[in-house]
C-alpha cells in the first residue's frame, strides 16, 4: 500500500507543479471536480486505516489512553477533530457495504456517507434487512444531486419510499424522540464575563420559545424612526423594560402561560438523604433572577 500511496503522492506533485493559469475555464472545471472526488476517495482509505487501528488497539498498546487521543498527537489535530474522525469510521465500518463501496467509488463524500450510515442505523428493527438495502441504494442515488443536509432531510422520510406500511408509526416514534431529547436538553445559562458583562445561552423546546417570543415581541418594536438598535438589542431591552418595571405591573399574558404551563418537576434530593449533616456542610445558595 505504501508504494501506491507513494506514486499518488508523485501524482499529486505533478500537479502542484502545473500551470493554472494556461488552463482553459473547462479544464478548471473538470480538474476541480476530479480532485473533489479523489480527496474523498482518500479520505474513505484514511477512515478504513483509522477503524483498523482502532479496532486492534494499536493507540493503546502504544501508551495512549485512546485511539482519538494518540490520533491527536500523531496527526496534530484538534481534540474534537480527532474523536470525530475516530467516530466517523466507526460509523462506516458499521454501515452496509454499499455505503463503504459508494464512498471508496467517489459515488458520496464523506460528509453524504455520513449521513447515509446514520440513516440506516436509525431504521427501526421491523423494517428488515431488504427495507435498509432498498433505503441504501436509494440515499445513495439522491447523493448524486443532492448537499448532505438535503439529503439527511430526505432520510427522515426515508420509509415512506421503501417500507410505507411502516412510515407512519416511525414518524410517531422519532417524533417522541425528538420531545424526550428537547426536554432533556432544556436549559439556561448565565455565564460572567471578563468584559463585565454576562453571556445568556440555553435551550427551551419549541413551545416554550413560542410562549417567550410572544411575550418580548411586541415590547421590541423600535422606538422611532432614529433607532438604530439590532434585533438582538431590541431583545435585550425587552427584557429590561419588564425587570425594571414596577412590582405592581402584572405580567405580560405570554408569561403567565409560560408560567402556568411549566412542567411541575421533583426537586433533586440532596446528597444526605434529606436529613441536616451532623457536623459541616454549607447552606443552599439560591440566585433569583428578575
Do not use: Y
Not at 505504501?2 to 499529486?12: I, P
Not at 474523498?40 to 485512546?66: C, Y
Not at 438495502?133 to 432520510?155: E, H, I, M, Y
Not at 423546546?205 to 415581541?217: H, N, P
Request: with cysteine.
Amino acid at each position: 500500500m505504501l508504494e501506491v500511496l507513494a506514486q499518488v503522492s508523485g501524482a499529486v506533485d505533478d500537479c502542484a507543479e502545473t500551470a493554472l493559469w494556461a488552463l482553459s475555464d473547462d479544464e478548471l472545471l473538470a480538474s476541480l471536480d476530479a480532485t473533489q472526488v479523489l480527496g474523498q476517495r482518500l479520505a474513505a482509505v484514511q477512515l478504513g486505516l483509522v477503524r483498523e487501528l482502532d479496532v486492534r488497539g494499536v493507540a493503546v498498546a502504544q501508551g495512549a489512553s485512546s485511539t482519538a487521543v494518540w490520533l491527536r498527537e500523531r496527526l496534530r489535530l484538534s481534540g474534537r477533530s480527532a474523536r470525530q474522525l475516530v467516530q466517523l469510521a466507526a460509523t462506516i465500518d458499521a454501515a452496509p457495504t454499499a455505503v463503504r463501496d459508494a464512498l471508496l467509488g467517489g459515488a458520496t463524500t464523506v460528509e453524504q456517507g455520513r449521513v447515509v450510515a446514520e440513516t440506516i442505523a436509525a431504521l427501526p428493527v421491523e423494517a428488515g434487512p431488504e427495507a435498509a438495502d432498498k433505503a441504501t441504494q436509494l440515499l445513495v442515488a439522491w447523493a448524486d444531486r443532492f448537499d448532505p443536509t438535503s439529503l439527511s432531510r430526505l432520510g427522515e422520510r426515508v420509509l415512506v419510499h421503501v417500507a410505507p406500511e411502516l412510515a407512519d408509526q416511525a414518524e410517531l416514534k422519532a417524533l417522541e424522540r425528538a420531545t424526550e431529547r428537547a426536554e432533556a436538553r432544556r436549559h439556561v445559562t448565565l455565564s460572567e464575563q471578563q468584559t463585565g458583562q454576562v453571556r445568556l445561552s440555553g435551550n427551551l423546546d419549541t413551545q416554550t420559545a413560542s410562549l417567550l417570543r410572544e411575550a418580548i415581541d411586541p415590547l421590541c418594536a423600535p422606538a422611532g424612526e432614529q433607532d438604530d438598535r439590532s434585533p438582538g438589542q431590541c431583545r435585550a431591552d425587552a427584557g429590561w423594560t419588564h425587570t425594571a418595571s414596577p412590582a405592581s405591573q402584572p405580567l405580560p399574558p405570554a408569561l403567565l402561560r409560560l408560567a402556568e404551563q411549566a412542567p411541575r418537576r421533583p426537586r433533586p434530593r440532596p446528597a444526605t438523604g434529606g436529613r441536616r449533616p451532623a457536623a459541616g456542610g454549607r447552606r443552599p445558595a439560591a440566585t433569583t433572577i428578575r
